[in-house]
């Protein structure tokens, strides 16, 4: 990691870049794709996945009888920490749901908002060598608190055409049984689109490699909703001398090992936690299976030292991180003044890997700065909000000149009139 | 209006096609615009106000005196009418903020999710020979709610060079003072990527003609966030005997002079009602000073005589209206029914004008189907969500292994290595 010693305010871009994402080059070879899938439909999604997953599909939809055997397929170990996770990320969801909000801001006029499910969403899980249990868990449990009437979920086949059984039992756990063997850009198109096997949806949620993120980036300006942009994963860590050295380094290569675009900060006043930090990495680096890939995302990652924690905090909201931990003396006073951040991980014992899998929040994160607009995605995301508004004969008389005036200066007259027509006449019609 | 009689379920999907927006022929030319302003700043919105407007922006800023100068401009009645619309938008959308939402999903392990106000937001007004006060009020209103540190707006200035008075006193009215002379997709252009003058958002709001959509969907793909996709403006109306035909046909044509391209709906089990609208239709359009452009609306438009309640519901959820009037004698139990649509209006004294303007619900809605899966602007669409994860040696002891396992099967060992490293040292450390 480079290591940057009280750097002056001008140099703090330069210092909080990130490793460049460009999807626009794939736009022209996505759009292909898009257009050859909504054209046609599952003739296209097979074609698509011999050419670049080099497997020939049989039937696109996942049969019961295999959800069935992927779930003797899973250790039972492995079932049980699934099932924790579940009902931690269950627990904590759960506690978002929201009650109808009501409010009457004039007399005879009840507003309200209500949230309501999407009814139709589907979930992208990327293929690979291993199998993204986790980020099934993370999607599908608030989908199905949410309500929403038709969950899908789209995964690329191994090349024996298989999805791996675990994300098949982590699926069936939580009620999705629509699951279709589709991976890509050809997946996004199939669920924006719909094709003869894989119904259309309303929102497309999930990660996925640069051309699944091109084509959810081209369908979110057509007529499906996604889940949020894409970028690479990242994580910052603010500590002090009450932090462990042997803790954060572990903490900056988990984030470290998820790819080589991955980047990680350490923000900090103490020159001593940056040596020790430094030395522990080097040590915890060697003992690891990805350490080729950990090491060329720790070249594009930086050690901060700052003179106070004005500066720390400053620099930690411009910068936006998906995930921060606040590894320091008084955490929970630093939190309250953090406003860009994804997940915040408080204290010594809460490893960005406690959030990626288990303490229950969700680890679909606003990456790339995004957290300056952004949320997570949480039960929200599965759901939208519907206003309402019932006024009396009298309700409209109270506001109905306000109306009128508003209507008249914006040269509305139709708008005005839809007003005065109904106080012309009893309130008995 | 075209009047449909008992359609057979296969021809909804005609019956309910929308005038087309294909923005993607003006991507090629708003990119130019973008990419110019991105590296031009002032001088290339000053140059396109020019070629779009015909108007030499001097400042681009509007001065203090601007703004002092307007508030005597605007007539006594149009104050009261903004400062009574304005009270009543700031109860429903005060009414709507978020408490932090706190879970312990598990012993030990403490979770919660706060709402951050977005921290830059910039709010787009466009122009036209009527100036759109209650855009302000919609847009300016929720963002103070909020809290969002830095509120600013566009909006193009007129011939003479100047915004209407009335929109500079409903923006200061709510605490906006950066306000620029500037519209079209040089003004959001200027918002995303920042000038020598204009400060760069994290969010952009605001409706816009054709230009100005296409920049919005261009932006919301690299790094600004935007409020919803575009669409022309559209109503609904479910009615049965109970309803007033002249106050439907009053909704029906406030809806209609919005735009050639506005889309309105009637549906009922009334053949009696549609006639009775019919007429009522041709009366008052008659009158209408938008009358040219009501009439090629409603040549857009359908009224749809369906056999009973179900077939009204799931119609109208297939359709996804902007707005939707319910005025039938069950109103409440129908609106119950309904899944998708941005703002409903309930019973035979509540008009979509009062929702427009002063009831106190947004009027910025989704449109073209997006209440699919889009809310309308509200409290919530200035803010995100940031989760929080706090635990204790004991917590991270109590779910350790089901994130061990989990971390393995996903063949991320630096993430499983983060909790071992932890629990292998005494909680002392």
Redesign the interface.
Known sequence: MQIIKYPEKSQWKEILCRPVLD?SSLYKSVDAILMDVKERGDKAVIDYSWQFDKVRIKEIAVSHEEIISASNAVSG??K???Q??S???K??H???A?TT??????PG?R?W?KS?????VGLYIPGG??????TVLMLAIPASIAGCREVILCSPPNLEGNIHP?ILYAADLNGINKIYKVGGAQAIAAMAYGTETIPAV??IFGPGNQYVQAAK??V??E???IDM?AGPSELAVMADDSA?P??IA??L??Q???GVDSQVLLVTKSEKLINEVEKELQL?LAK???KAI?SRALENSRMILLRDEDAMVEIINEYAPEHLIIATENYSRL?NR?????????????????????????HTL?T?????????V?L?SFM??????????E??KE?G???E???E???????????S??LS?S?K?
């Open positions: 999807l170990e492995l049980n920490a699934i924790i996770a009902a931690n990320i627990t904590f759960q506690a978002q929201q909000l009501e409010s009457q801001p004039s006029v507003c908002q309501v499910a999407i009814e139709k060598t291993a199998p993204l249990i986790s675990a309303f929102k980036a081209k979110s300006i007529n499906t909703a942009p462990v042997a803790f572990s903490d290569l988990s470290a090992e998820h915890q690891l299976p990805r950990a939190a953090i406003v860009n951040a994804g997940s915040v991980f408080l204290g010594n014992y809460s490893p960005e890997s406690a959030g990626d899998y288990a303490s229950g929040t969700n606003p790339n700065g995004h957290a300056r607009a952004y949320s997570g949480n929200d939208k909000k519907i206003s309402y508004q019932e006024l009396s004969y309700g409209l506001i000149s306000a109306i005036t508003l209507a200066a914006e040269q509305l007259q139709a708008h005005k009139n839809a007003v027509i109904r006449k309130p019609y």
